[in-house]
């Protein structure tokens, strides 16, 4: 949407990050108008996610020791398929130029010589030159942006490229604060980095944003999934119910916002619910929202299921244009095991059994007496061999003798110095891993289908107007307060008022400039949906007239009243 950059840009929503300096793609500057805004939608999901979910939010580094990224996957598996120009040498995502120049649809999820063969078939062009690119190599390029932590290089750290590592590799510590017990979220807003190979669409492809995540742990077979929440998602698209009869409930799809069928996953169900209920509340038209399940090939590397929340942010007599708002993702157990695989730490959760368990315990002689002298130093790792194997391969005990391997060389061990024996224990639970569910959100592609979805122009008494329709909750600026002219004691009186709705916590600006028309156009194009004058009859009776931005219609209210107007309006 053209019309909608330019009035970002014009209007202190966004702009390119430092033109002075030609401006590098991909970094984007928030101005006063977005700034506010943003944090506005930070802010309310602070309270539908965290608050009222009764989670916890952490801050963690944006930049991480290269271990965290080995162990993650994201070393290996975070990358982007590349093609280069041969004439012009810029530099494409290939998959982006299948889905721009052809009908094929989520091109990403093929290999990079799949995608070099559909680059000839359909004789695909470099967008910068024209060239065309069959014949030429696509490589897989990886997103993160590498950096040296410390002197010298020889310490490697990363740009976090998405927030939820922070709290994963935590969860030790995260685990010991909600009593290990499931289940329990941790969330967190926060810059995640990405080396997008071509930034584009303003804000939506950038090379640094704002995440907000959600990471929620629980045991998969506790039958205490998310039906103790129902009550706390009033969705308009989803419904808990038992559909069919067995005495289970689900949650189900009763809305067409979801493309692929039901959700077989109860959380992640619940979380779609809740997303539509908190974009609904942030201004995103419900119409133009959609729900896609991911197909297999198309999964992040640590997926199993992944449901993405879509926006139409098309402009007026344009083709619809989905991006993607949010993935809602079952991460399954994939990156507290593999933080355990990779370091000393427990990345579970002790569950209790209902009831205390008696089992057979294998255990070999603790403290070596049996094994007797004659091992010297090679006694304490031939006991540790002995102690794995025993907790392993029970059968390894049946001989005579225990052969264990110690670098590469093997020794024997008679069975009666090994110290084996079986007994019987009592269990009272056993560790786990839990499972993730993650909704994770992108705030400025969020920030961004909000402003598509609020832009709007009509005609006001014959006069061309652009208007953003923001809630008034997300509005930057509730209210514009405007003498009728400075003079007369006019703009003393309304700078006074301006004065006291700040003081109430009102977000107010003042505007004496030009002619009034002129100055409601103003505020109109920056969303601000109410706009008070302070006119002659106001120095006369203490009143002033409020001015409502959708409808344009004004009604006159005692000055006294006005905090407590403006904020019953605000909050509906
Ligand atoms: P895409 O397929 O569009 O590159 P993704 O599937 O890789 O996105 P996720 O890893 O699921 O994205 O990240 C979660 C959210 O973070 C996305 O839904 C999006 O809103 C946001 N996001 C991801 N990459 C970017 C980016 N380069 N610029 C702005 N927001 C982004």
Request: glycine share 8%; hydrophobic share 35%.
């Given at each position: 949407?053209k019309?909608?950059t330019?009035?970002?840009?014009?209007?202190?929503f966004?702009?390119?990050?430092?033109?002075?300096y030609?401006?590098?793609?991909?970094?984007?500057?928030?101005?006063?108008e977005?700034?506010?805004?943003?944090?506005?939608?930070?802010?309310?999901?602070?309270d539908?996610?965290?608050?009222?979910?009764?989670?916890d939010?952490i801050?963690?580094?944006?930049?991480?020791?290269e271990?965290?990224?080995?162990?993650s996957?994201?070393?290996?598996?975070f990358?982007?398929?590349?093609?280069?120009?041969?004439?012009?040498?810029?530099?494409h995502?290939a998959?982006?130029?299948?889905?721009?120049?052809?009908?094929?649809?989520?091109?990403?999820?093929?290999?990079?010589?799949?995608?070099?063969s559909?680059l000839?078939e359909h004789?695909?062009?470099?967008?910068?030159c024209g060239?065309?690119?069959?014949?030429?190599p696509?490589e897989?390029?990886?997103?993160?942006?590498e950096?040296a932590?410390g002197?010298?290089?020889?310490?490697?750290?990363?740009?976090?490229?998405?927030?939820?590592q922070?709290?994963?590799?935590?969860?030790p510590r995260?685990r010991?604060?909600?009593?290990?017990e499931?289940?329990?979220?941790?969330?967190q807003?926060?810059?995640?980095?990405?080396?997008e190979i071509?930034?584009?669409?303003?804000?939506?492809?950038?090379?640094?944003?704002?995440q907000a995540?959600?990471?929620?742990f629980?045991d998969?077979?506790?039958?205490?999934?998310?039906?103790?929440?129902?009550?706390?998602?009033?969705?308009?698209?989803?419904?808990?119910?038992?559909?069919?009869g067995?005495?289970?409930v689900?949650f189900?799809a009763?809305?067409?916002?979801?493309?692929?069928?039901?959700?077989?996953?109860?959380w992640?169900?619940?979380?779609?619910?809740?997303?539509?209920?908190?974009?609904e509340?942030?201004g995103?038209?419900?119409?133009?929202?959609?729900?896609?399940?991911?197909?297999?090939?198309?999964?992040?590397h640590?997926a199993?299921?992944c449901?993405?929340a879509?926006?139409d942010?098309?402009?007026p007599?344009?083709?619809?244009n989905w991006?993607?708002?949010?993935?809602?993702?079952?991460?399954?157990?994939?990156?507290?095991?593999?933080?355990?695989a990779?370091?000393d730490e427990?990345?579970?959760v002790?569950?209790?059994?209902?009831?205390?368990?008696?089992?057979?315990?294998a255990?070999v002689d603790p403290?070596?007496?049996?094994?007797g002298?004659?091992?010297?130093s090679q006694?304490?790792?031939i006991?540790?061999?002995?102690?794995?194997?025993a907790?392993t391969?029970?059968?390894?005990?049946?001989?005579?003798?225990?052969?264990?391997?110690?670098?590469?060389?093997?020794v024997?061990?008679?069975?009666?110095?090994t110290?084996?024996?079986?007994?019987?224990?009592?269990e009272?639970g056993?560790?786990?891993?839990?499972?993730?569910?993650?909704?994770s959100?992108?705030?400025?592609?969020?920030?961004?289908a909000?402003?598509v979805h609020?832009?709007?122009?009509?005609e006001?008494?014959?006069?061309?107007?652009?208007?953003?329709?923001?809630?008034?909750?997300m509005?930057?600026?509730?209210?514009?307060?405007?003498?009728?002219?400075?003079?007369?004691?006019?703009?003393?009186?309304a700078r006074?008022?301006e004065?006291?709705?700040?003081?109430a916590?009102?977000?107010?600006?003042?505007?004496?400039?030009?002619?009034?028309?002129?100055?409601?156009?103003?505020?109109?194009e920056?969303g601000?949906?109410?706009?008070?004058?302070?006119?002659?009859?106001?120095?006369?009776?203490?009143t002033?007239?409020?001015?409502?931005r959708?409808?344009?219609?004004q009604?006159?209210?005692?000055?006294?009243?006005?905090?407590e107007?403006?904020?019953?309006l605000?909050?509906?």
């Open positions: 949407m019309a909608l330019e009035l970002a840009k014009r209007r202190g966004f702009f390119q990050t430092g033109k002075a030609g401006g590098v793609g991909g970094f984007y500057t928030y101005g006063p977005g700034a506010t805004l943003k944090s506005t939608v930070e802010s309310t999901w602070r539908r996610w965290v608050t009222r979910e009764g989670h939010e801050d963690a580094p944006t930049i991480l020791p271990a965290v990224f080995e162990a996957g994201h070393l290996d598996g990358d982007d398929l590349l093609v280069e120009c041969p004439e012009c040498q810029s530099s995502r998959d982006h130029l299948i889905e721009d120049q052809t009908d094929i649809a989520e091109a990403e999820s093929f290999t990079p010589r799949e995608i070099e559909l000839a004789e695909i062009e470099c967008p910068s060239t065309p690119l069959a014949g030429e696509v897989e390029f990886n997103l993160m942006f950096t932590i002197p010298g290089s020889t310490n490697k750290g990363y740009l976090r490229p998405e927030t939820a922070g709290i994963f590799v935590d969860f995260l010991e604060y909600a009593r290990g499931l289940p329990f979220g941790v969330a807003i926060g810059r995640a980095y990405r080396n071509s930034p584009r669409n303003a804000i939506v492809r950038t090379r640094e944003f704002t995540e959600l990471e929620l629980f998969p077979e506790s039958d205490d999934p998310p039906l103790s929440r129902v009550a706390n998602v009033e969705a308009p698209l989803y419904s808990a119910a038992d559909q069919d067995d005495g289970e689900h189900e009763i809305g067409e916002a979801v493309e692929s069928g039901p959700i077989a996953d109860d992640v169900g619940y979380y779609v619910g809740v997303a539509t209920e908190w974009y509340r942030i995103i038209d419900l119409d133009r929202l959609r729900f896609r399940q991911h197909q297999p090939e198309e999964r992040a640590y199993t299921d449901w993405d879509e926006a942010v098309s402009g007599d344009e083709e619809p991006i993607e708002l949010a993935g809602i993702a079952n991460r399954g157990t994939y990156d507290l095991s593999h933080h355990a990779h370091t427990r990345f579970s002790f569950q209790e059994y209902d009831e205390p368990r008696t089992v057979e315990r255990t403290d070596m007496a049996a094994l002298p004659e091992y010297g006694a304490a790792d006991a540790a061999a002995l102690e794995e194997l907790e391969d029970r059968s390894a005990f049946e001989g005579d003798s225990v052969t264990v391997e110690l670098d590469g060389e093997t024997d061990v008679p069975i009666e110095q110290g084996f024996q079986v007994a019987e224990v009592t009272r056993q560790h786990e891993t839990p499972t993730v569910i993650e909704p959100m992108g705030i400025d592609r969020t920030v961004y909000i402003l609020a832009y709007d122009e009509d006001i008494d014959g006069e061309h107007r652009t208007v953003l329709r923001l809630p008034a909750e509005a930057p600026t509730l209210v514009g307060v405007f003498p009728l002219m400075d003079k007369d004691g006019l703009g003393e009186r006074e008022l004065r006291e709705l700040r003081a916590g009102l977000a107010t600006t003042y505007d004496d400039s030009g002619a009034i028309g002129r100055r409601y156009r103003r505020q109109d920056v601000t949906p109410y706009t008070v004058t302070v006119d002659y009859e106001s120095l006369e009776t203490d002033v007239t409020i001015r409502d959708d409808t344009t219609e009604v006159r209210v005692p000055m006294a009243e006005l905090p107007t403006l904020a019953a605000r909050d509906g």
